[in-house]
């Protein structure tokens, strides 16, 4: 496994500005979810793929935010217009099926992308 | 809805000595339980996890965590510290059917010489 990778590792931008962050996952799991961690927090759920289609959103996720995974591949999260509360990190995880398609509880996390809005 | 509550959010061990990490559960059907462990400047990475079988549930690094229905709990234990196991450890939950884990706040383990 080459492990999950997330791309900016930091991004420090101002606020009303939009924002993008990659997640390339491991290979042959289908299962692509974000989360977010603020200091002193676990991470919190936000949204989860099974290939390309979201299959669940959290009520965390604003309009301002929205995720894709058109191939079923990559992932992006996107930011719009964002404010101070939003800073945090933003972890990608993926996970591959356990038997009979299954969710096997095992994610494996990037090393997140630190966001700072100034 | 399911949710974990863990106590204390830093302990501090001697190397060598017991270490114990709580996490008491909410959940109105049998869960599923987890810890993850994450160290410095790493993802977190899962440590073990409980999925109905056996009660007393072996993980890496000589962790273990036991689940205690009538306590509503899933304590980590490991006999003896190690320097290596500072690190922030995370008790997780989820249900039969959910695909997803809700995490509690952590709890940064230290561990002095």
């Not at chain 1, 791309?7 to 491991?26: E, L, Y």
């Not at chain 1, 191939?71 to 993926?94: H, N, P, V, W």
Request: proline share 4%; hydrophobic share 35%; with cysteine.
């Amino acid at each position: 496994d080459t492990g999950v990778s997330q791309d900016p590792r930091h991004k420090i931008t101002k606020r009303g500005q939009n924002v993008t962050f990659r997640c390339d996952p491991i290979s042959e799991h289908n299962r692509l979810y974000w989360y977010r961690q603020t200091l002193g927090q676990g991470p919190e759920f936000l949204t989860y793929f099974q290939n390309e289609a979201q299959l669940e959103k959290s009520r965390l996720l604003s309009d301002r935010f929205s995720a894709e995974r058109p191939k079923g591949s990559f992932s992006t999260l996107e930011i719009q217009r964002t404010e101070q509360g939003d800073s945090a990190m933003y972890l990608c995880a993926s996970s591959r099926p356990g038997l009979a398609g299954g969710f096997t509880g095992e994610l494996f996390f990037g090393e997140g992308s630190r966001l700072t809005v100034l | 809805a399911q949710s974990v509550t863990q106590l204390g959010s830093h302990v501090s061990v001697s190397e060598g000595a017991l270490v114990l990490l709580r996490c008491n559960y909410s959940s109105s059907v049998p869960p599923y339980l987890f810890w993850y462990v994450q160290y410095p400047n790493q993802g977190l990475q899962l440590l073990l996890k409980y999925t109905s079988a056996a009660t007393l549930v072996k993980g890496i690094n000589g962790f273990e965590a036991e689940f205690k229905k009538s306590e509503t709990s899933f304590h980590l234990t490991k006999p003896s510290a190690h320097m290596s196991d500072a690190a922030e450890y995370f008790c997780a939950v989820s249900l039969s059917g959910y695909s997803t884990l809700t995490f509690g706040k952590g709890t940064m383990l230290l561990v002095s010489p």
